[in-house]
């Protein structure tokens, strides 16, 4: 008997270690000051991905966008699941599209980053199931100030919180018996593009009733508040904060308790609210969903719901100088800088020339970028990108095999990064005593590929990427550029000169050498012509 129970405890014990085993290998955030990495398969991991339509979740059409992802060179694909397709009856799940999608990604070597289109999506309740949606009176819309019902499942009703949690509960317990010792999903969007197009906030009885009362303890302790009710303690500001508060609160619920089945890296997307001086979309519920982790909301998410990993913008802009201003916002050290939407397919503003927002945001240090629309374009015969998707192609293809690296490199601090921009012709990019020189030359734009397949022929679109290996070493990737390299002054003032420039591929994170550039590659500067190149450089003096 002695042994029996010796033999049971001795089991209890290395069950319980191969369990804290599987959740220390779970993909998780890794913070070192104010730099993040996600981690996968214990090893930083960059997110080079791309998001499919709204309606693309599925298996039928999912099956035509892997070979898109494989030209793209893509190595995380965004895909939504759809609550009124997961629970077509309340309590009964159909989970056969998460296991297609987890499989298909498998079979393709492509990892998942899940979108719950659950109580939101853009502002609305349109991906709700339709049981839901027929029960008004026991899941209550939100109402506007003069009491009409809108297409906005109201936050502050516990029945459409219990819903969704229950919903999503599921959802992550599925996926971690279908995936949780594979990691073949990484992250977890909870709902999309969260609050209220329609009303500012939930003016019904029930949410009147939690607007009147006290602010939270816990709101006014992390904004430094006094006591008071909403409207005697925000002002002007007291409707949008406190739907961001409920918003926020009701999403943290749903997170927690999916993280309570499989601890994945959760975060929300956001629809931005311009920033200051700028005067459109400045309306909450108009403008923009009220209630969503927009910059001015930030602190209140943050208090609401520490469930939620990262406040995520979703960056529909042209202007370079804008795209990096979103981008300062939302990173910082309590929120890892992640671009989960952005244009680059199709037919949105800027979408030919947003290949040099990818550059911009590791320069930025973001954890992972996905253009939105994969299944957009076409594919040309014999399985050639379009032009429209030509330069985000490049940037895959020259930065997908180099990931790993890259994503080692840039949680250490070393990587820099700069775009061809209009006005700016050279850059430099200091590392301690030295520095990197960088031009994009008029010419390498007026003799772009006369196919139309450059992604010079419409735009200039140089874009360069630095990172430092070494004392006085460089991993240097980039396209329509040239780059040369000098002592940081006051460091030196002899000439400097390259000692090798070697051109290769990475595997992982080893280095293999292919050839040594020299003569008109390097004479005047390293030659970055498209589709790109990545070469290590070591440089010296004499």
Known sequence: MRLRMR????????????SA????????????????????????????????????????????????????????????????????????????????VID??????????????????????HYVPSWLKGDERRFPRMMTAGGAAIDVLSPNSPANLEADRKAFTHMMRHVKQIDGDRHTVILVQVENESGALGSVRDFSPLAQKQFDAAVPPALLKALGKPAGTW????????????????????????????????????????????????????VPGEDYPSGGPTWNMHAVWKAAAPSIDILAPDIYVVNTELYRYVMNQFHAANNPLLVPETQGFGSFPGAQGSARNLFLAIGAGAIGWAPFGLDSFELKPGGK????????????????????????????????????????????????????????????????????????????????????????????????????????????????????????????????????????ETDAGINFKTPGNVVHVVVGTY
């Open 385 to 520: 990108v379009e032009l429209e998707a030509v330069g985000l192609a490049e940037n895959f293809a020259l930065l997908a095999p180099m990931a790993d690296e890259l994503a080692r490199l840039q949680f250490a601090g070393k990587v820099q990064t700069v775009v061809e921009e209009p006005g700016l012709s050279q850059a430099e990019l200091v590392f301690g005593p030295w520095s990197a020189q960088i031009s994009f030359p008029p010419s390498y734009a007026d003799s772009a590929d006369v196919s139309g397949l450059s992604s010079t022929a419409a735009l200039k679109m140089g874009r360069v990427l630095v990172a430092q290996i070494g004392p006085n070493e460089f991993l240097v990737a980039g396209l329509d550029a040239r780059v040369s390299f000098r002592q940081t002054p006051p460091a030196g003032k002899k000439p400097t000169e390259f000692l090798r420039v070697e051109e290769g591929t990475y595997t992982g994170t080893d280095w293999h050498a292919g050839r040594i550039w020299n003569g008109d």
């Open 7 to 18: 033999l049971c405890g001795l089991l209890g014990l290395l069950l319980t270690v191969a």
């Open 231 to 282: 409207s005697q303690v925000f002002g002007d500001d007291a409707n949008e904060t406190f739907q961001a508060w409920s918003v926020a609160s009701y999403i943290n619920s749903v997170a927690e308790a999916g993280k309570r089945e499989l601890a994945l890296p959760m975060y929300v997307n956001n629809w931005l609210k311009s920033p200051r001086g700028f005067p459109i979309l400045t």
């Open 21 to 100: 085993a599987a959740a220390e290998a779970l993909p998780r955030l890794e913070r070192s000051g104010d730099r993040y990495t996600l981690m996968v398969d214990g090893r930083p991991y960059f997110v080079l991905g791309a998001q499919v339509g709204n309606s693309s979740g599925w298996p039928g059409k999912l099956d035509q966008l892997w070979t898109k992802a494989a030209e793209m060179h893509l190595n995380t694909l965004e895909v939504p699941v759809y609550w009124e397709q997961m629970e077509p009856k309340e309590g009964v799940f159909d989970d056969t599209v998460i296991d297609a």
């Open 104 to 125: 298909q990604a498998r079979a393709h070597h492509v990892r998942v980053v899940l979108l719950w289109f659950g109580t939101w999506k853009n502002g609305k309740m």
